[in-house]
Each structure stands twice: as C-alpha cells, then as structure tokens.
C-alpha cells in the first residue's frame, strides 16, 4: 500500500480502504478519493483532551477511495516503518501517515527537565501496517542494546520502537559539555533492546539551547 517514489514522495494505492495522513500533505491523487478531517490525531476523546492539556494538538485527515494518493511535507525525508503488532513512538510532527489497520495515540513519557517538570507527550502507533515518518535529512537507524544504552540530543530524536526505556538527564547538553551551552537542557537516554530513529538536523526544543 505504501511506496516511497523518490525520497520525499510517499504514494499510496488504495482499492477502497483508508489512510490517515498529516493535514495539507496530500499533493496529488488520482481516482475517486473522499476526505474526512479528524481533529486530536489520537483514538478518541482522550487523546484530543491531551493534546490540547498538552499543546500538542495535531490535525489529521482520513483520505478513502480508489487510485492513489502522493503525500509530501516541507521536503522532508519520509522513511517506511513496519509494525507487526508492536508499537512505534513518534513526534507527532513527524508522523506522515498510518495505514487504516493501525491504531494511534498519545502517551506519557516522562518529564522535560528536574526543574521545569513540564510533562512529555508522545504520539504512538500500534498494530500491523506501515507508518511513514518524517525526518529533516536521511534518518538513521541506531540500535539500543542492553550493554550499549543510547543517548540522543532531543533536538534530533524522530521515533523508537521495541523493547526500550526512555528517561531523561537534565542539566546537560552536548553544546554544554563543550561548554557552549546556556539554560537548563536535557538529553534523551534510552536503555533495552530496540530501534532509535535520529536525523541529522536539531529542530528548536522548550529545554534551552540545545
């Protein structure tokens, strides 16, 4: 269903089922398409209710038909990820779009610095299909494994899946470790066995100069 037509193109072939994709990312489309916009990005009311407690609302299309649809979004980068039952974290402003049989939502990951203690929120996606994320650069993929934990800037983090734990370390950056750093930072720490998507370009994050 999901095809990758160069990298910045994701086409979508559809015989009558659905997906859900960002709003305003649709470029093109071919065929008998309906359209159907769904306000929260998560499944229900409570994931609307936490993303507007959150600031972290996300608007969401349901795009159903026959033909194929191409979606696009800032000439990102989209990379391909396949679920089997298993569940993918991702910045909700890098999820691209879901196939219908996969379910998405929002949960609670930790707390953004000792002293802020701002909540974090993360989008999830669960079940069988393909995901398509969105990345500023090629993504990498790292790999956690129990004798290697990972950090990661949160400026860079895409997404995760697998068996991981996520926490956070507060206070240091990898600017401050140069000692080029201001404000309280933080950094990601993962620990388990799993899969960390990175690109290589830092987007602007509430924890300082990081």
């Given at each position: ?71 696009a979004d800032r000439a990102s ?134």
């Amino acid at each position: 269903m999901f095809r990758l037509q160069g990298s910045k193109v994701l086409a979508v072939e559809m015989t009558g089922d659905a997906v859900k994709a960002k709003n305003g990312s649709m470029v093109a489309y071919d065929g008998q398409m309906a359209f159907k916009k769904l306000t929260g990005g998560g499944e229900g009311l409570r994931g609307m209710v936490t993303r507007r407690l959150t600031g972290e609302q996300m608007t969401v299309m349901e795009v159903r038909g026959q033909g194929t649809c191409w979606f696009a979004d800032r000439a990102s980068e989209i990379n391909l990820v396949r679920l089997a039952g298993d569940r993918l974290f991702v910045e909700s402003s890098n999820l691209l779009a879901t196939e219908e049989g996969l379910r998405t939502g929002t949960t609670f990951t930790g707390l953004r610095g000792a002293s802020q203690g701002n909540g974090l929120f993360t989008t999830t996606v669960e079940g069988h299909g393909q995901a398509a994320i969105l990345s500023d650069g090629p993504a990498v993929v790292l790999r956690v494994t129990p004798q290697y934990p990972l950090i990661v800037d949160p400026g860079a983090y895409v997404a995760h899946q697998g068996n991981v734990r996520q926490s956070f370390q507060s206070g240091v950056t990898f600017r401050t470790l140069l000692g080029e750093g201001g404000g309280e930072a933080f950094q990601i720490r993962f620990e388990g066995d799993g899969l960390v998507y990175v690109q290589p370009s830092e987007r602007n994050t509430v924890a300082g100069d990081v």
